[in-house]
C-alpha cells in the first residue's frame, strides 16, 4: 500500500482516540511501545493546511468580502472579551504534550525516538506560534493538565519567555526530524522553513511594534536568515521553472501531481481515486463570499519592471487596460481578459454583483468539468518561494542585503515569469511613493528594497494566506481601513471585458428598466444590462460616483483599526472568570 494511503487511514483512524480524553482512554503502558504506535499518534496530529487557504485573505487588503471575518467584524462594531470568543483553545496542545510525556516509553533508538519529539515540538512551536500571534503574553504548559491543577490559575508568561521555548522546540526538532520522510508529512526542510518564518514574524513584529518594548528583534531576523540559507545551501529545492512565464507559475495550484515538484518542500496530496479530495470552485471564484481588490490588483509591477501606479492615469483605468503589460502573475492570480471558463469555448465575461468588486480569482480556481481534476488538485503547503523571500527580507531588515542576495533570492522568482531584476541601488534611489504612503514606518537607507521585498511577497502569495500576518507583523493594520473597491467604470455606457474591443456589458442609470430585448453586439450577441447606482440603493451594481460612474463599492461602513489593541486579540470573558490571574492584551476589556 502507498505510504500516502496508508498515512491517511491511519490518520483518520487516530483521530478518533485522540478526540477522547488521552489521559484516560491512550493507557501509555498499552500504547507507547513501539515505533509504529509513535507513528500513529504523531500522523493523528497531523495538520497540514489545504486548498482553503485560497479563501482567507478575506481579512486583508487582497480582498473584499460580505463574509463575518472576525478583524472585518472587529472594526465595524463594538468588539470586547464577551462578543470575540473564539481563539482560547488548548485540546491540540493537550494531544502534544500527552505523546511528550510518554514516548520515552518506547523500546527504539534514540534517533527514532528523538525523531517523533521533534515532530511533537515542532507542532507545539507552530500552536505557540500563532497563539502569540493573537494573545502575546500566554500561560506555558508543557504537560497535561487535569482538572484542579494549580497551574491551572497561573499568571501569564511573557511574550519573550514563551518566543524563547518556542525557538527551543524548533531549534531540537531541526536537529532530529528527519529528511526521508513519507509524502505529506513534514521532514527536517519543511521544519527548518517553519523555524525561519516563525523567526522572520518575531523579528520584524519587535522591531515595528513599540508597545513590546523587546529590543532583541534583530536575533530573531539572523535565525531567520540562517535557517532560510540553510536549506538554499542544501540544494534540494528550486524554482518550478520549465521556462514557460505565462504558466509556470499558476502550474504550482492547477497540478493533479506536486509531489514531484522541486519547489514543493511540503504537500498536501488529492487524489479522488484515492478517495483525498477538496473542491473549492464553488467559493473562490469571486462571486461567493470573496472578490480580489483593486488594490491588489494596482500592486503588480509593468512587464518592463516599471511601477503601474507611476501611470497618469491608473486610478481611472478600465478592466482590460488592467491586464495589458503586467507581470504574468496578475493573470495567473485573477482572471483576465480571454480567459474562457470550462466548458465554454468564448472569453468569459466577467460577472458584476453588488458587495463584489468584479474582478475574479484564478489561483485555486480548477478550470475543469472533470471531477476527478476538480477534487483531485494538491494543495503546495510549503514553497521553496517563501525561503528566498524570507532569506531577502531577513537580510535587508539586518541591513546587510547586496545585490548577490537579491541575484539569488527575488531575481530568481521574477525569472520564471521573464520579469527584469530588482536592483537593490535603484530600488533605495526612488522608493515607491505608493509603498512608502502604506508602510511609514520603514526608514533608513534600506527602504526602498524593503519596500519592493514587500510588493514581491504580496503578489507571489497573494491569496495563499500570508498577508494577513504580513500586515500585522509589519504594524500595517491601518490599511484594513480601507474599504476595498472593484473595477472602474466612467459612466453609463457599454464595455469590453473581453478585451476583443467589442462591448460584452451595458451600464445604465438606476431606475431605467432593463428591457426584454437587449441590445446585440456585432457579433449577434446580446450584451449584458447592470443598472448602476448608490451604494444601498436599488441597482444592480454600486459604484462610487452612483450613476456618475467611479470604482465598484463592496461596503460603506466605517472600519476603525484601533492601534495597538487590534494587533491582539482579547481573552474571553469566561476564561477570565475562571483564572483571574489572567489579564486582558493591550487595551481588550
Same mark, same amino acid.
Given at each position: 500500500m502507498p505510504l500516502i494511503i496508508l498515512l491517511s487511514i491511519t490518520a483518520a483512524c487516530n483521530k478518533d482516540f485522540l478526540d477522547r480524553t488521552p489521559q484516560t482512554e491512550v493507557t501509555p503502558e498499552v500504547f507507547f511501545n513501539t515505533e509504529e504506535d509513535l507513528s500513529l499518534y504523531i500522523n493523528g496530529i497531523l495538520d497540514l493546511a489545504n486548498r482553503n487557504s485560497y479563501l482567507n485573505d478575506q481579512s486583508t487588503d487582497n480582498a473584499a468580502t460580505t463574509a463575518a471575518v472576525e478583524i472585518k467584524t472587529i472594526m465595524t462594531g463594538h468588539a470586547s472579551s464577551q462578543t470575540i470568543s473564539s481563539g482560547w483553545s488548548w485540546e491540540r496542545l493537550r494531544d502534544i504534550n500527552y505523546f511528550l510525556e510518554n514516548y520515552t516509553r518506547a523500546n527504539i533508538s534514540e534517533e527514532i525516538k528523538n525523531h517523533y519529539a521533534g515532530l511533537a515540538r515542532y507542532y507545539r512551536a507552530i500552536f505557540y506560534s500563532n497563539m502569540v500571534k493573537r494573545y502575546s503574553d500566554l500561560p506555558w504548559y508543557d504537560k497535561t493538565l487535569s482538572p484542579g491543577d494549580e497551574a491551572l490559575h497561573a499568571p501569564l508568561s511573557a511574550r519573550a519567555e514563551i518566543m524563547s521555548k518556542v525557538m527551543e522546540d524548533l531549534d531540537f526538532a531541526v536537529k532530529n526530524v528527519k529528511e526521508d520522510v513519507p509524502t505529506g508529512t513534514p521532514g527536517k526542510w519543511a521544519v527548518q522553513l517553519m523555524q525561519a518564518k516563525i523567526a522572520l514574524h518575531e523579528g520584524t513584529y519587535r522591531k515595528y511594534h513599540q508597545e513590546l518594548s523587546l529590543q532583541n528583534g534583530n536575533d530573531f531576523l539572523k535565525i531567520a536568515e540562517g535557517a532560510a540559507n540553510e536549506i538554499i545551501k542544501s540544494e534540494k529545492f528550486s524554482i518550478h521553472n520549465t521556462g514557460n512565464p505565462e504558466d509556470d507559475y499558476a502550474a504550482l495550484f492547477e497540478s493533479q501531481d506536486l509531489t514531484s515538484n522541486k519547489e514543493v518542500i511540503l504537500v498536501n496530496a488529492f487524489d479522488q481515486g484515492k478517495n483525498v479530495t477538496q473542491n473549492v470552485n464553488s467559493v473562490v471564484f469571486g462571486d461567493y463570499e470573496q472578490s480580489p481588490s483593486r488594490d491588489l490588483v494596482q500592486a503588480y509591477l509593468m512587464k518592463d519592471g516599471s511601477r503601474y501606479t507611476d501611470l497618469t492615469n491608473y486610478a481611472t483605468e478600465g478592466f482590460v487596460q488592467e491586464f495589458k503589460d503586467r507581470d504574468p502573475r496578475l493573470s495567473q492570480t485573477l482572471i483576465y481578459?480571454?480567459?474562457?471558463?470550462?466548458?465554454?469555448?468564448?472569453?468569459?465575461?466577467?460577472?458584476?454583483?453588488?458587495?463584489?468588486?468584479?474582478?475574479?480569482? @484564478?489561483?485555486? /480556481?480548477?478550470?475543469?468539468?472533470?471531477?476527478?481534476?476538480?477534487?483531485?488538485?494538491?494543495?503546495?503547503?510549503? *514553497?521553496?518561494?517563501?525561503?528566498?523571500?524570507?532569506? &531577502?527580507?531577513?537580510? &535587508? =531588515? #539586518?541591513?546587510? !542585503?547586496?545585490? &548577490?542576495?537579491?541575484?539569488?533570492? %527575488?531575481?530568481?522568482?521574477?525569472? *520564471?515569469?521573464?520579469?527584469? +531584476?530588482?536592483? !537593490?541601488? &535603484?530600488?533605495?534611489?526612488?522608493? +515607491?511613493?505608493?509603498?512608502?504612503?502604506?508602510?511609514?514606518?520603514?526608514?533608513?537607507?534600506?527602504?526602498?528594497?524593503?519596500? =519592493?521585498?514587500? *510588493?514581491?511577497? @504580496?503578489?507571489?502569495?497573494?491569496?495563499?494566506?500570508?498577508? /494577513?500576518?504580513? #500586515?500585522?507583523?509589519?504594524?500595517?493594520?491601518? !490599511?484594513?481601513?480601507?474599504?476595498?473597491?472593484?473595477?472602474?467604470?466612467?459612466?453609463?455606457?457599454?464595455?469590453?471585458?473581453?478585451?476583443d474591443a467589442i462591448p460584452d456589458i451595458k451600464l445604465i442609470p438606476e431606475g431605467q428598466t432593463i428591457p426584454s430585448e437587449r441590445e446585440k453586439n456585432k457579433l449577434g450577441i446580446p450584451l449584458v444590462y447592470y443598472t448602476i447606482g448608490e451604494f444601498n440603493g436599488a441597482a444592480g451594481v454600486y459604484l462610487?460616483?452612483?450613476?456618475?460612474?467611479?470604482?465598484?463599492?463592496?461596503?460603506?461602513?466605517?472600519?476603525?483599526?484601533? =492601534?495597538?489593541?487590534?494587533?491582539?486579540?482579547?481573552?474571553?470573558?469566561?476564561? %477570565?472568570?475562571?483564572?483571574?490571574? !489572567?489579564?486582558?492584551p493591550f487595551g481588550w476589556k
Open positions: 481578459p480571454q480567459w474562457k471558463r470550462q466548458p465554454g469555448s468564448t472569453a468569459y465575461v466577467q460577472r458584476l454583483n453588488k458587495n463584489f468588486t468584479g474582478y475574479h480569482q @484564478r489561483k485555486g /480556481y480548477v478550470n475543469s468539468t472533470d471531477q476527478n481534476s476538480l477534487n483531485g488538485v494538491d494543495f503546495p503547503v510549503h *514553497r521553496y518561494a517563501e525561503v528566498l523571500l524570507i532569506y &531577502a527580507e531577513a537580510k &535587508a =531588515e #539586518l541591513n546587510t !542585503l547586496n545585490q &548577490a542576495d537579491l541575484n539569488k533570492t %527575488i531575481n530568481v522568482l521574477r525569472k *520564471r515569469v521573464d520579469m527584469p +531584476d530588482l536592483l !537593490l541601488t &535603484a530600488s533605495n534611489t526612488n522608493p +515607491d511613493k505608493k509603498l512608502k504612503s502604506d508602510f511609514p514606518n520603514v526608514t533608513g537607507s534600506n527602504t526602498g528594497v524593503i519596500l =519592493e521585498i514587500r *510588493r514581491e511577497r @504580496r503578489v507571489e502569495f497573494a491569496f495563499e494566506n500570508t498577508r /494577513y500576518d504580513d #500586515l500585522m507583523r509589519w504594524n500595517a493594520g491601518k !490599511l484594513l481601513e480601507k474599504i476595498p473597491e472593484g473595477m472602474y467604470f466612467p459612466s453609463i455606457g457599454d464595455y469590453d471585458l473581453t478585451g462610487s460616483k452612483g450613476s456618475k460612474g467611479g470604482s465598484m463599492v463592496t461596503d460603506t461602513r466605517t472600519r476603525t483599526f484601533v =492601534e495597538p489593541m487590534h494587533y491582539y486579540k482579547p481573552i474571553p470573558e469566561n476564561q %477570565i472568570l475562571l483564572n483571574p490571574n !489572567l489579564k486582558q
